[in-house]
């Protein structure tokens, strides 16, 4: 299946992640995928990039993976400000227990986006009453320091 795909982007000529951007992602149209349909697909993207028997992704390829399958402007399938403050707050957090994601993480993500679309909602958040993954309360204290939450009284 992966000498397959990567014959497939060789005959694109995306043979790097730039082309594939240009190439095949303007043609990348999740829309069609009702939720459940979609949030198999977004498991299998990360499954699909893993190395061998490795649990985790780079972070660095999860930035780009997460701006791939989740899409921005009026197709995304979360708020663009979701999906940017998010990637940011990867790119610059210094805890190097984020340097892998794993699956939980991957998943839990486009879960917290649906449960939380907006920064209104947001301001509803509550760490102490969350289950969500660790990874995910510290992106909410990221938000709070950015002015994109309120503690919740």
């Known amino acids: 299946q992966r000498d397959e795909w990567m014959t497939g982007c060789q005959r694109l000529g ?11 992602l303007p043609s990348l ?9 979609f ?12 190395a061998g028997t490795h649990k ?13 399958v989740l899409g921005t402007g009026e197709g995304g399938r979360i ?3 979701r999906l940017d403050t998010f990637c940011h707050f ?7 227990g984020y340097n892998k994601i794993t699956l939980d993480q991957w998943r839990s993500f486009l879960d917290f986006s649906y449960e939380y679309p907006t ?3 947001l301001e509803g958040y509550d760490e102490g009453e969350s289950a969500w993954p660790v990874l995910i309360d510290e ?4 938000m709070e320091k950015q002015g994109g939450k309120k503690k919740k009284k």
Not at 56 to 68: G, Q
């Open 14 to 24: 995306a043979d790097t992640i730039d082309k594939f951007r240009g190439i095949v």
């Open 29 to 37: 149209d999740t829309g069609f995928m009702d939720r459940e349909d």
């Open 119 to 121: 920064e209104e909602a």
């Open 56 to 68: 985790t992704l780079e972070k660095d390829l999860v930035i780009a993976l997460l701006k791939m």
């Open 79 to 81: 708020s663009s400000h």
């Open 139 to 142: 992106y909410c204290e990221y």
């Open 90 to 96: 990867l790119e610059t957090t210094n805890d190097e």
């Open 39 to 50: 949030k198999d697909f977004y498991k299998f993207c990360f499954q699909f990039n893993r």
